[in-house]
């Protein structure tokens, strides 16, 4: 296809555009590049929190069962005074 006639084709493909209102947006690929490369980031940092607060949830329900058994040894070492 000859530079004309991708000329003549992109003009044409404008007036469909134009004339069907839909809104076209030109972005240079650089641009495109760096919002990539940002939402990956940003996935990644999402993907460690995620497995941080995993870790921490379960580091919660650790010492909450920690916590639990040192009631129930206290509860068992005041009534072994009791007696």
């Known amino acids: 296809m ?26 240079r690929v650089d641009d495109l590049k760096n919002l990539f490369d940002t939402v990956e980031q940003q996935a990644l940092h999402i993907v460690e929190l995620e497995r941080e607060l995993s870790r921490l949830t379960g580091s919660e329900q650790a010492v909450k069962e920690l916590y639990t058994r040192m009631e129930a040894v206290k509860g068992k070492g005041s009534e072994s005074n009791e007696c």
């Open 2 to 27: 000859s530079v004309l006639e991708q000329i003549q084709e992109l003009q044409e493909g404008t007036r469909i555009i134009i004339t069907s209102g839909i809104t076209v947006q030109l972005v």
